[in-house]
């Protein structure tokens, strides 16, 4: 063992939906890290969890009709089950509705106050509700980081004083003693904190859900507060190794690991990890995180990808398809579990090898069929197959070396491979680690065939048999090292071709006992008897990509229409909607949603009696010309819910809307303020129209919208609606 310890944490996943692959991207890196880590012998503590406070879960609640609580209990529980069907190793995993957690933010944030730090105000300003932030936008205007309307909001705030800080987290970020990578991040933090830090509200009063200001701040305030839900997330990756409790051996547990190694984050959220988190650290006078490594965004086909394009993909897709349809249909008699770590793998190696940590990369079904089935079933796996039969079949399976010792082969076998910087697994340079290590299986693949090691031991005598030896002996050596390289990437793959090479201990408990820290040659003892042979990575059929996708996009179940009046539903939340599609695929990334900002509006018309588009009139049928499939799929009609309703002054005819489709909410302007009231709508589920270009009208931008029908022309436009439980964002086909 060595006497480092190595804290990482990924950022704790906000629970507004359930997880996707962006979640699971972020998860699996660390992972990654914290198994490298670990059989290096450092003390490795790795952290993930739930962000569950604030505005948007509160309403996102509601609108789902049941308690916050309940509904940050069932989102929660996806991520940690989903986690734990992948085989992550993380240590501990946090939720901000915790008590330790909110005795530890409570701590942190009295602190701060009697240090002089906090101080009470009155502020009016706009609020970004998806972002959980005050942004510098005039009323009516999109937040600037993800397009959404803000709101307008004035109240008595806690402020933290972060205008005192800006030249000593320069002074930290140019010194490298908070690293921050990739430069692009690092240049992006010091511009925001060089153009001069204002002071940051840090409660609010206008909403209940989180954490109470404690005393003796909370007696100074006219009205109850919760603590802002950033300083409240931030505090974390502190509360969860002991911060605030009262209990010794937490407290050393927080002695041991703070300050956190390395921060994982998407590139969305560095701001909030790099300006507002070392301040309050240094406001409190505890040690700053050492690095924080944002990550990018996944694009589908070159298009980045979001909620609002309903390009998702799930994890649970590719666990489901590639353990039962390859992985279950090569061995009928495996379980679950093992299902789910081989497909695990098999998305952990493609992630790793296909983006580069820190920029933005790609995702699709054909090309993670394409990789999985050119690196890991035609190479690696092959490799295994090839090799180990031929000692089977030629040496009784036997690991056999009777001649003259070889010392090095194929590729740079040194005093410790493992050390050697081109398989160093680091957030810089994953992918390359695992392209290296597929070249020492090309080269050994291409050492095997040139030596043609069958035609040797069709050959008599004791100099052929003792050339086969030494080169299957060489071949297996060499399946160990790369084994053992690339089982923090592949842990569950990897312990199948550890059995198989004969060794008694599991690779596992291998890693655990450092005996995968030194890659000298020759750790493979001639004797060694083969376990029994299979195959690791069946190959994948081009026909599971179209399995996937249609897994994404099941076939909706019929609806009835009933009084669209009818109760809320109040089972609990359902799983982001399954028929979402873009291009035959689905993907998600950690980014925030592209609903266009009022910089990229192009004119489009909600429903609207003053535009063009009319509501969908039913009357006899008419003579409009036929249209193909093709061209009705192109218009998305999703299940919206009405969280509010309020008329536009000076707008007889128009209602601003706000709808919540599940995966986002959205704003959009109708006008049938003739026939409804704002009263009448809140709460109903209806059919929107998502994919039309936003358009802006009395100052206002509209993105959708609503489905009718009327009887005759200017007849009342009835709202499309539903009277059976129907899950937010669901597509209508």
């Given amino acids: 063992m060595s006497d480092k310890k190595f804290y990482l944490t990924t950022p704790i996943y906000y629970v507004n939906a359930r997880p996707h692959i962006g979640h699971a991207y972020t998860t699996i890196v660390a992972d990654v890290l914290a198994r490298r880590h670990r059989l290096l012998g450092d003390d490795t503590f790795f952290l993930t969890g739930t962000d569950e406070h604030g505005q948007k879960i509160e309403r996102s609640a509601a609108a789902a009709g049941i308690a916050p609580q309940q509904f940050a209990d069932g989102v929660s529980k996806s991520f940690e089950d989903l986690w734990q069907r992948m085989g992550m190793t993380n240590n501990a995993y946090i939720r901000t509705t915790s008590e330790k957690h909110k005795r530890g933010v409570q701590k942190l944030f009295a602190e701060l106050y009697e240090r002089g730090f906090i101080y009470l105000a009155s502020y009016t300003g706009q609020y970004c509700v998806s972002d959980e932030a005050f942004v510098d936008v005039a009323p009516g205007e999109p937040c600037p980081d993800c397009g959404r309307i803000t709101e307008t909001l004035t109240e008595e705030n806690f402020f933290f004083k972060l205008s005192e800080f800006g030249e000593r987290i320069a002074a930290l970020i140019e010194s490298n003693e908070l690293s921050i990578t990739p430069d692009s991040r ?13 002071d940051l509200s840090i409660s609010r009063s206008s909403f209940t859900w989180g954490i109470p200001v404690p005393e003796p701040a909370a007696s100074a305030a006219a009205q109850k507060h919760v603590i802002y839900v950033w300083l409240d997330a931030l505090a974390n990756y502190m509360t969860a190794i002991g911060y605030g409790s009262d209990d010794p051996a937490e407290q050393a547990k927080f002695e041991k690991y703070w300050p956190a190694d390395l921060h994982l984050v998407g590139k969305e959220i560095i701001r909030f990890h790099c300006v507002y988190w070392p301040a309050f650290l240094l406001a409190a006078g505890l040690p700053l995180p050492k690095a924080v490594t944002a990550h990018g965004w996944l694009l589908f086909e070159e298009s980045k990808m979001s909620k609002s394009k309903g390009n998702i993909v799930r994890t649970e897709t590719i666990l489901d398809a590639f353990g039962d349809e390859v992985y279950g249909k090569q061995f009928p008699d495996s379980t679950k579990g093992e299902r789910d770590l081989f497909a695990s793998d098999v998305l952990r190696y493609f992630l790793l090898r296909e983006i580069p940590f820190g920029q933005d990369g790609s995702f699709s079904f054909d090309a993670l069929i394409t ?14 197959s090839r090799t180990l039969s031929m000692i089977q079949k030629y040496l009784h399976g036997e690991v056999c070396r009777t001649g003259p010792v070889v010392t090095k082969f194929v590729f740079p076998i040194g005093a410790n491979l493992l050390a050697d910087p081109s398989v160093q697994l680091e957030t810089t340079n994953l992918g390359k680690v695992a392209a290296t290590v597929m070249s020492y299986v090309a080269a050994l693949d291409g050492h095997i065939s040139s030596k043609a090691p069958w035609k040797l031991a069709a050959q008599d005598g004791s100099e052929s048999r003792q050339d086969l030896e030494e080169i299957l002996y060489q071949a297996a050596e060499s399946i160990r090292i790369i084994t053992a390289l690339l089982y923090p990437i592949l842990p569950f793959a990897t312990a199948k071709v550890w059995k198989q090479l004969g060794f008694e201990k599991s ?16 750790g493979l003892k001639p004797g060694t008897k083969l376990g029994p042979l299979g195959p690791i990575f069946p190959r994948a059929d081009k026909g599971l990509a179209q399995i996937m996708t249609d897994m994404e996009n099941p076939a909706p179940e019929q609806t009835s229409t009933t009084h669209p009046a009818a109760p809320p539903r109040t089972t609990s939340i359902d799983a982001p909607s399954s028929t979402l599609t873009v291009g035959g695929s689905t993907a998600h990334t950690t980014g925030p949603d592209n609903t266009p900002s009022h910089k990229e509006a192009t004119p489009s018309a909600p429903f609207d009696t003053t535009a063009s588009q009319a509501p969908i009139t039913a009357g006899p049928t008419d003579a409009s010309p036929q249209i193909t499939i093709d061209d009705f799929a192109r218009v998305e009609l999703r299940v919206a819910q009405v969280l509010v309703a309020e008329r536009i002054p000076k707008a007889d005819k128009l209602l601003r809307l706000e709808v919540d489709l599940g995966h986002e909410k959205r704003q959009i302007l109708s006008g049938i303020a003739e026939w409804y009231t704002p009263e009448e709508l809140i709460g109903r589920r209806i059919v929107v129209i998502t994919n039309l270009a936003p358009r802006k009208m009395r100052g206002l931008e509209s993105h ?3 489905l009718a029908a009327s009887n005759g022309e200017g007849g009342k436009p009835v709202l499309a609606t539903f009277g059976e439980d129907i899950a937010l964002g669901s597509r209508l086909k």
Avoid: H, P, T
């Fill in 186 to 198: 690092r240049n992006e933090v010091l511009s925001f904190v060089k153009g001069g830090l204002k």
């Fill in 371 to 384: 990789r999985y089935n050119a690196d890991l079933a035609n190479g690696y796996g092959n490799l295994v």
């Fill in 507 to 522: 690779i596992e408990q291998a890693a655990a006992d450092c005996e995968l820290n030194n890659l000298e040659w020759g």
């Fill in 704 to 706: 959708g919208m609503l």
